[in-house]
């Protein structure tokens, strides 16, 4: 394509529920009990299904170039598995530097989704509708997505875990770093959530849980 132009269409911003993630992974650290998702990543996509990843090992994560922004990624995009540096050297070197030169390097990138995820609040957006985390308490897949829409303006794909747990809420940002709907895409052959889930579960069904941060979920040396 034309010199400077991006290798992909839009981005998805992903986000987690601490308390799926726990229930399907041995967790380091115990979230905390609160309603708030956390920040997966921001992964260049396009819009057949496949997308960019490792785009620049030459230029490594590098917390030096954070360091201001720091409080806020210690508090958004905790890493419940491991050490939060892996977490997000991983999530820069693999899809980070696919948008490097668009979001401005590192710094840029690390912002704009920590700007994107204060923007997005899927907390606000679900208890506008009355949803918050429950043991007891499922929801239709779809009154989610509806709740979503209506909260924060545009479509999103959810994903659960095999038991129907809540894992991810993925919103569709344009290469403008604005949201956008992408409700056109939700049905493209490629589209997957976490592969480490059965594909046929990743879809979120008629019985979708939000399990509660009740509980202790750090379990070491496991
Ligand atoms: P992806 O490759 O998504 O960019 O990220 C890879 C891994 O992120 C996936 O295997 C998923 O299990 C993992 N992941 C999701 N949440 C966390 C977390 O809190 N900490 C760490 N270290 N990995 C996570
Ligand atoms: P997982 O096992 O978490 O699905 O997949 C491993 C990694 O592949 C994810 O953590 C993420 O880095 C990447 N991945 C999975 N599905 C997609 C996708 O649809 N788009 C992009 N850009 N990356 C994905």
Not at 194 to 222: E, F, H, T
Request: proline share 8%; glycine share 10%; aromatic share 12%.
């Amino acid at each position: 394509s034309e010199g400077g132009s991006s290798n992909f269409d839009y981005f998805y911003l992903v986000r987690q529920w601490p308390a799926t993630f726990c229930n399907d992974h041995t967790c380091t650290h115990s979230p905390p009990n609160r309603f708030k998702f956390t920040i997966h990543g921001m992964w260049p996509q396009r819009t057949d299904g496949t997308w960019p990843e490792y785009c620049d090992p030459g230029n490594p994560f590098s917390v030096a170039k954070i360091l201001d922004l720091l409080p806020s990624m210690i508090r958004t995009w905790p890493s419940w598995s491991g050490e939060n540096r892996a977490f997000w050297s991983h999530e820069w070197t693999r899809h980070g530097t696919c948008a490097e030169r668009l979001v401005g390097g590192e710094r840029g990138f690390f912002k704009a989704v920590l700007g994107l995820h204060k923007q997005l609040r899927i907390e606000d957006a679900l208890a506008a509708a009355g949803i918050g985390p429950s043991g007891e308490k499922a929801y239709e897949g779809r009154v989610l997505q509806r709740a979503l829409k209506d909260g924060l303006g545009t479509y999103h794909h959810i994903f659960c875990d095999a038991k129907g747990n809540l894992a991810e809420v993925w919103s569709c940002v344009g290469l403008d770093l604005r949201p956008f709907d992408c409700g056109a895409q939700r049905d493209a052959p490629a589209l997957r959530g976490p592969s480490a889930l059965p594909p046929q579960n990743n879809a979120c069904g008629l019985r979708v849980k939000i399990p509660p941060l009740d509980r202790r979920y750090a379990r070491r040396g496991a």
